[in-house]
């Protein structure tokens, strides 16, 4: 799996552009915005859009969804129905966070826990990974070792849980359980700021550090 990774938004929040090489289909991975940016570098590396996805409903993630699924004509993939109700919210994110307004929708298809998701000859394996919201997914590319974890886990920090139905202890568990024991030398692509792997974030993130043998 080739990707790209695409701050958009004032929250530079790290839209992926992912692909395979192989037969130059791709996806968006959570465009929150900053459209015609997004179109450009797809456009750029020649790789034609078919699905989107989604990790999560926060504005960030989801603001430019609608737009640029009707560009391409594509459907709307993720997150989990657990996150509907953030969906449902949009506008009130948007007045919330002095975004532009972004009206809510509903994906074509919500995720479940161990589903699968095809990107040309890909193959993505999806885990329900709730805390930051209950509907939060996770995107493993095994064959690449790449994981697009949206806002689980960070290079020495985890999501935030004090929005609407976050959960600390359940974030824990979702970190411990779904995304550390993943192989040690994949990369992880948070949804801010820089990739990190496994194996850096078992031993120096101080909320999972120190209990890995």
């Known amino acids: 799996m ?11 929040q790290n839209c992926s552009l992912i692909w395979d090489s ?13 459209i015609e940016k997004l179109i450009s570098a797809a456009s750029s590396k020649g790789v034609n859009i078919e699905k989107i996805i989604l990790t999560h409903g926060h504005l960030d993630h989801v603001g430019g969804t ?21 969906l449902d919210a949009l506008m009130q994110q948007s007045q919330m966070f002095g975004f532009p307004p972004a009206q809510p929708f ?9 589903d699968t998701l095809s990107v040309g000859t890909l193959t993505l394996n999806v885990l329900h990974c709730p805390g930051h919201t209950p509907g939060h997914v996770v995107l493993v590319e095994r064959a690449s070792k790449k994981v697009i974890v949206g806002d689980v886990i960070f290079a020495g920090s985890i999501g935030r849980t004090d929005f609407p139905q976050g959960n600390h202890q359940q974030l824990i568990d979702s970190i411990k359980q779904k995304i550390m ?13 820089p990739t990190t792997t496994i194996a850096k974030e078992k031993a120096t993130n101080p909320y999972v550090s120190g209990q890995f043998g």
């Open 66 to 86: 609608v737009a640029i699924a009707e560009h391409y004509n594509v459907p709307i993939v993720g997150p989990h129905v657990g996150d509907k109700f953030w």
């Open 181 to 193: 024991v993943l192989p040690d030398d994949m990369t992880i692509y948070p949804g801010h700021g």
């Open 106 to 114: 509903a994906p074509n298809a919500w995720l479940n826990d161990n």
């Open 2 to 12: 080739e990707i790209q990774v695409i701050p958009v938004t004032p929250f530079a």
């Open 22 to 34: 192989s037969t130059m289909l791709g996806a968006f991975v959570d465009p929150g915005g900053d």
